[in-house]
Antibody, heavy 119, light 107 residues
Framework: EVQLVESGGGLIQPGGSLRLSCAAS????????MSWVRQAPGKGLEWVSV???????YYADSVKGRFTISRDNSKNTLYLQMNTLRAEDTAVYYC?????????????WGQGTLVTVSS | EIVMTQSPATLSVSPGERATLSCRAS??????LAWYQQKPGQAPRLLIS???TRATGIPARFSGSGSGTEFTLTISSLQSEDFAVYYC?????????FGPGTKVDVK
């Protein structure tokens, strides 16, 4: 059974950094494509970043240069390093297993972790 | 960038009735469209990919149709567990983008 469990969210001041984790089971993160998708409180969904099985990474313009997606194959875990955080980054962050057909859609999602950027 | 729109914003339906949700892309996306269901406090769940292919374990009462710029999600007979927000998402053009959602609530 595919499971994704995020952790690492919390309250952080503007300009601060945070690292999110997503522990996977039931499949191998390094053999699949993996993404982060976020949802601001009461709002819709926004794709943030993708990590290909081959190691390539891509980002939404809103986070490019500030966020870094990575994985630890030995721990079967995906990460999102978030630097220079802004109030508009406040959201629930979901990790999602990603399917490729032209671009990306998402077949399994974690339960999410809330990041609140506020002073 | 492709802009996704969904209508209506809210759809009030009685249990057992049919629900028809619309999704429109600002330019053609072929059949590169997915639908997701999200219940309060839960993660989204993939319902449909490729505009019309049900994901694993999705009941047959959910069906998707359309191509190009106009898409439809139909729930043939609403069950109590189907009251939720539904999002469409295009994955044909960069960046992948979601619609604003349609909330299906009890009439």
């Amino acid at each position: 059974e595919v499971q994704l469990v995020e952790s690492g969210g919390g309250l952080i001041q503007p300009g601060g950094s945070l690292r999110l984790s997503c522990a996977a089971s039931g499949f191998t993160v390094s053999s699949d494509y993996m993404s982060w998708v976020r949802q601001a409180p009461g709002k819709g969904l926004e794709w943030v970043s993708v990590l290909y099985s081959g190691g390539s990474t891509y980002y939404a313009d809103s986070v490019k240069g500030r966020f870094t997606i990575s994985r630890d194959n030995s721990k079967n875990t995906l990460y999102l390093q978030m630097n220079t955080l802004r109030a508009e980054d406040t959201a629930v962050y979901y990790c999602a297993r990603t399917r490729i057909s032209t671009l990306y859609y998402f077949d399994y999602w974690g339960q999410g972790t809330l990041v609140t950027v506020s002073s | 960038e492709i802009v996704m729109t969904q209508s209506p914003a809210t759809l009030s339906v009685s249990p057992g009735e049919r629900a028809t949700l619309s999704c429109r892309a600002s330019q053609s996306i072929s059949s590169s469209l997915a639908w997701y269901q999200q219940k309060p406090g839960q993660a989204p769940r993939l319902l449909i990919s490729g505009a019309s292919t049900r994901a694993t374990g999705i009941p047959a009462r959910f069906s998707g149709s359309g191509s190009g710029t106009e898409f439809t999600l139909t729930i043939s007979s609403l069950q109590s567990e189907d009251f939720a927000v539904y999002y469409c998402q295009q994955y044909n053009n960069w960046p992948p983008a979601f619609g604003p959602g349609t909330k299906v609530d009890v009439k």
